[in-house]
């Protein structure tokens, strides 16, 4: 019985420490560590080459326009190159590459579909920057979202930068990032100014080439594993949140449920890769790590371990409370998930909604790792506005 009991409050306050300890403590830290000042943009002259490589898979619709947003940087266009690498010739994607009438714009056409991972296995060596930024094709950065990178790069203890992803609703381009999203960001800004960033926002990043490793075919979470390589080599890997980039949000939950399933497999394949950072020695890296990232990845099986050894102990009244407590809390999670998110009261009972669907995804996550089925071959997610010519072009045939 005394097993039960220590049971039941260790994993509750293992779960509480990720999301609310942890918070605390690193905003504290972070408020007391004098921040870095960067570089003004305004003024310089002299810019580093860089080279911005794109990673594509079936983007015929948006690859257009992700060309033109980079060639519209506020960056001397003879210091940059946009590497486009299209994982398989699938669709008009690398015609319309190309097609592109500006040497800035290199196409790098692998005719099988291997996987991100392998495209950017192959793309980095043929970059000549000496910097490597990194974005998704759906993603679109503010003009001067490349300079405030690079500014970074003076001091030679900086191995890498990470902006801010910004989401936004595809119908109005208003800012729709939800509280989870702002709650995240906190933690980035906090973690980037004590020196204790843990991993990259695929959508805007980068790192000084002499810092890139190869990384493993079969990586799921590419970005998460390039960032925390800059700490194995003992750099610093720093958050700029004035270097914005954009992106749709999903466009229904089950998409947002499988990416985060999708990070969730990749968390657990990557502690492998990165067990020395778990170590206790490597200081601030490893209690972020630990409480950030691993602690969060096995929350699913903690609040299984609570909810289980709860009913054991019944009917104790102090368990009985407590088990009160969990249904309540999860059949509020069940009204967040059909009650629209506007007003005070919707997005209250949106967080237990976002709280449990995301435990959830990363329960998935958890059993594709342990069965290996989760494949290192991104699933791309179609946007809202193809999901609505999709629906335009089905309605003359419908009923």
């Excluded at 996987?115 to 192959?122: A, F, H, M, Q, T």
């Excluded at 800012?175 to 999203?181: A, K, L």
């Amino acid at each position: 019985m005394l097993v039960l009991h220590l049971i039941f409050w260790v994993a509750f306050s293992l779960v509480v420490y990720s999301y609310v300890v942890y918070l605390v403590v690193v905003g504290l830290w972070a408020k007391f560590t004098k921040p870095q000042e960067p570089a003004d943009i305004e003024s310089r002259t002299d810019w580093p080459f860089v080279s911005l490589v794109i990673a594509a898979y079936k983007e015929e619709k948006v690859i257009q326009e992700r060309i033109d947003n980079a060639l519209a940087f506020d960056y001397p266009a003879d210091r940059y190159e946009v590497l486009i690498g299209c994982d398989g010739d699938l669709d008009r994607t690398g015609e319309i590459v190309r097609a592109t009438n500006d040497p800035r714009i290199k196409l790098m056409q692998f005719p099988q579909r291997r996987g991100k991972p392998s495209v950017l296995n192959d793309c980095v060596p043929a970059a000549q920057g000496d910097l490597l930024a990194f974005s998704d094709a759906n993603t679109f950065w503010n003009p001067d979202a490349l300079k405030r990178l690079v500014r970074h790069y003076d001091d030679a203890q900086v191995g890498g930068v990470c902006g801010q992803l910004l989401l936004t609703d595809p119908e109005t381009g208003a800012n729709v990032d939800g509280v989870y999203w702002r709650y995240e960001n906190f933690l980035k800004r906090c973690e980037g100014r004590i020196g204790a960033l843990l991993g990259a926002n695929g959508a805007i990043y980068s790192i000084r080439k002499e810092l890139w490793q190869p990384i493993p075919a079969n990586t799921i979470v590419d970005d998460f594993l390039i960032g925390m390589n800059v700490h194995v080599q003992g750099r610093k890997f720093l958050f700029d949140e004035s270097a914005v980039a954009n992106e749709e949000s999903a466009p229904d939950m089950g998409a947002e449920f499988h990416r985060r399933a999708r990070i969730g497999a990749g968390g657990f394949q990557s502690m492998a890769w990165l067990a020395t950072l778990l170590n206790p020695l490597q200081g601030k890296v490893a209690l972020a790590f630990w409480s950030h990232k691993v602690l969060r990845w096995f929350c699913p099986l903690f609040l299984i371990a609570m909810l289980l050894t709860n009913l054991a102990l019944l009917p104790a009244p102090l368990y009985v409370a407590t088990l009160i407590a969990q249904v309540a809390f999860y059949l509020v999670a069940l009204l967040g998930k059909v009650l629209p998110g506007r007003g005070a009261l919707g997005r209250l009972v949106k967080l237990p909604a976002m709280f449990t669907s995301m435990n959830a995804a990363l329960l998935i996550g958890f059993i594709r790792w342990i069965s290996n089925t989760q494949s290192g071959a991104w699933k791309r997610t179609a946007r809202t506005s193809e999901i609505e010519q999709d629906a335009d072009a089905m309605a003359p045939h419908a009923g």
